[in-house]
């Protein structure tokens, strides 16, 4: 079978703030996950006294979603609180589950954290030079919980596919609060299977 030859290129990475330069940028808002929050009332809140605010971005290197391609990008999120809840992404299972990934830590700090089908919860301290492997089968999800912003390099193969829908139904069991100026994983009082 032949393939078209596509041209190599490079992308050029910030290395100390996570910016791809000629990237596509999604930014998420705090309106763009307003129920994933646990603490929904702290969420409708800050919406409704101080505006909508940037939780994270992610810069991605455009690539065709196909088998035989790694998809690369870089995420920022900005650091900050919902409740005592710590500024994440959405997080999601690969459609295909048996895609996995691999994160590299460029700034600031937070955890990794999975989820199994069956609601095991692991995490994995993230920092800067941090290589962290999300096998297949586990969804992941980001949670910055310093100060600064928390920033890494991700590349997942190109078929991976993205499935959101499970995780905004069920959410995390478990999740990164603030207790007492430390990130401690709590139980989620919303969780269900
Ligand atoms: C993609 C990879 C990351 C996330 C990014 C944002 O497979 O895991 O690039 O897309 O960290 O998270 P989310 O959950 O909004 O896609
Ligand atoms: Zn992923």
């Known amino acids: 079978m032949s393939q078209a030859l596509m041209e190599p290129f490079s992308s050029q990475l910030n290395l100390e703030t996570g910016v791809i330069a000629q990237?596509?940028?999604i930014r998420r808002t705090l309106s763009d996950m307003r129920t994933m929050f646990a603490d929904r009332a702290a969420a409708e809140r800050i919406l409704?006294?101080?505006?909508d605010r940037l939780i994270y971005e992610v810069y991605a290197v455009p690539l065709p979603e196909e088998e035989g391609q790694i998809l690369h990008?870089?995420?920022i999120i900005y650091p900050g609180r919902v409740g005592d809840e710590f500024h994440m992404?959405?997080?999601h299972f690969h459609e295909k589950r048996a895609r996995a990934e691999i994160y590299v830590g460029l700034a600031?700090?937070?955890y990794l954290v999975l989820q199994s089908e069956e609601g095991e919860v692991r995490g994995v301290p993230m920092q800067r030079g941090t290589i962290a492997y999300v096998p297949p089968l586990w969804a992941h999800r980001t949670v910055n919980t310093g100060a600064t912003p928390f920033a890494f390099l991700a590349a997942?193969?190109?078929d991976s596919g993205h499935d959101y829908g499970t995780i905004?139904?069920?959410g995390f069991a478990r999740l990164l609060v603030n207790?007492?100026?430390q990130p401690t994983f709590v139980d989620n009082p919303h969780w269900r299977r």
């Open 23 to 25: 990237a596509q940028i």
């Open 48 to 51: 409704a006294e101080e505006g």
């Open 73 to 75: 990008s870089t995420t």
């Open 89 to 91: 992404t959405k997080g």
């Open 108 to 110: 600031g700090e937070g």
């Open 156 to 158: 997942w193969p190109g």
């Open 168 to 170: 905004e139904q069920t």
């Open 179 to 181: 207790r007492d100026g």
